[in-house]
């Protein structure tokens, strides 16, 4: 029969390993002071929508009263550019990835217990 304090004291070193593996890591990421390595993580957590921003803008130029009609001949084109920039930057985070990704194993899940 093992011995419970062995078996204790094994538990506790898994921990203690466990713990310093997270602090290592931990003190290597507030390590990283280059500047494109953090804009390329702040972009995976923050995607940006340029095409969305214009199309906004476009908007508000069409619907802006003025007597000139200079917004309006400025806001129709900014709107098809808004939509242009949609459909050609991919604006997805990890977290669209990972929603993505859940949703595609839960289909293949379905399918498979179907067949089987």
């Not at 507030?30 to 908007?59: C, E, N, Y």
């Amino acid at each position: 029969m093992n011995d419970p304090l062995k078996a204790r004291l094994a538990q506790l070193k898994k921990f203690s390993d466990s713990a310093k593996r997270r602090a290592n890591l931990y003190s290597d990421m507030a390590k990283m002071d280059d500047s494109h390595t953090v804009r390329s993580l702040g972009a995976l957590q923050k995607a940006p929508a340029p095409g969305k921003k214009l199309q906004k803008i476009g908007f508000l130029m069409l619907w802006i009263p003025e007597p000139t009609g200079v917004t309006c001949a400025i806001g129709g084109p900014m709107i098809v550019a808004g939509r242009y920039l949609d459909k050609k930057y991919n604006g997805s985070t990890l977290h669209d990835v990972g929603h993505h990704t859940k949703n595609t194993i839960s289909s293949i899940n379905d399918f498979k217990n179907t067949v089987i």
